[in-house]
């Protein structure tokens, strides 16, 4: 029995969290508390639940409990300051705000200030994307550490140290507006996707590719695109994710060894999660100007989407979308994916002579998808010994085990 409440406990606050930190975080204007408020509410359930039973209406609980809390809190200060007052201190005036109107208004501004708030770009990316997970994505930080490969007092330092950055730094919790909103919103989108990314092609560790952390990703993608209907760069970022998740079953054959794009069983691919993701792009497309990067790559993805056979792939429109997106972006990673696609659609020299230009460029010196893409143009031009030597080159830089062996397997090694 105890069991059972332990476990609906875990799925209110996986569902609730957010909400609940979101709501709180606006009435005390400061995430850092907003959380302990929304754990102390947590701990309550966890003493109360098991003997009382789980509420009709778990959510308000704990929202009740933790308004609750921070109606202590904000009592016990203001006690502080009068106390301060009553000696002469030099304090701010403080104001008890109206608990219950904070917490009834729309919930949809509170949880877009909360994502714009733990993806301000004055943290670092790795504590943007920690604290995202954490109280957007209700991980917790040894679930966190797992899914990065990194030791789990290494994120919790991250998140303590983004909490007193962001009130060191007075984020206000808010949604921007203005000019400053495009550059937010920039910073909400990469670290959205680099979650993604991560789970779809892992940089480190024995598996390619970590599922959950993809799932996480597009969760955060979905609830950014109903808060914010008419931004077409998230519309096109979730259509990106829809349409590249489509492909995970087919990423990996039975023992985890990677199966590349051409050599997928298309048959494999998600059809719901492509449909989906066409929809994203089609709503993209018509809010949008100008295509922007994720919107651009969407596009990419989705004539692959399109593509019952790998022969069937519209490859010069790819690579006219490839032009757009590095005349955009000005990336020497888009220029590598760029040259395949040129490969592809005018033949592996023509190709090879763009990667040459970036292998003399020198800005992917250490990227491992610079020779490994050299090392099959070679392959391709019945150049075998240097085409073995490239694999060989980027195995040697790669952390993934599961690319390496394939790397190594395609050197003959």
Known sequence: MAGDVHRAIDAVWRIESARLIAGLARMVRDVGLAEDLAQDALVAALEQWPESGVPDNPGAWLMGTAKHQAVDRLRRRKVLERKYEEI?????????????????????????????????????????????????????????????LVPEATV???????????????????????????????????????IFNEGYAATAGDDWMRPALCEDALRLGRILARLAPDEPEVHGLVALMEIQASRLRARTGPSGKPILLLDQDRGRWDRILIHRGLAALERAEELAGALGPYTLQAAIAACHARARTPEE?????????????????????????????????????????????LVADGS?????????????????????????????????????EREQGLLLERAGC
Request: aromatic share 6%; proline share 4%.
């Open 88 to 148: 002469g201190g030099e304090i701010q005036v403080f104001a008890e705000p109206d608990l219950d109107a904070a917490l009834d208004d729309d919930i949809g501004d509170d949880l877009l200030s909360l994502i714009f708030t733990a993806c301000h770009p004055v943290l670092s990316t790795e504590a943007r994307i920690a604290l995202t997970l954490r109280l957007v994505g209700a991980l917790t930080t040894a679930e966190i550490a797992r899914a990065f």
């Open 156 to 194: 919790a330092q991250r998140i303590v140290r983004a909490k007193r950055t962001l009130a060191a730094a007075r984020v206000p919790f808010e949604v921007p507006t203005g000019a400053d909103r495009d550059a937010r919103l920039s910073s909400v989108l990469e670290v959205v996707y680099a």
């Open 313 to 357: 792939t519209d490859w010069e429109r790819i690579v006219a979308l490839y032009d757009a997106l590095a005349q955009i972006t000005g990336s020497p990673v888009v220029e590598l994916n760029r040259a395949v696609a040129v490969a592809m659609a005018f033949g592996p020299a023509a190709g090879l002579e763009l990667v040459d230009a």
């Open 364 to 400: 992917l010196a250490g990227y491992h998808l610079l020779p490994s893409v050299r090392g099959d143009l070679l392959a391709k031009l019945d150049r075998p010994d240097e085409a073995r030597e490239e694999f060989a080159r980027a195995a040697s830089l790669t952390r993934n």
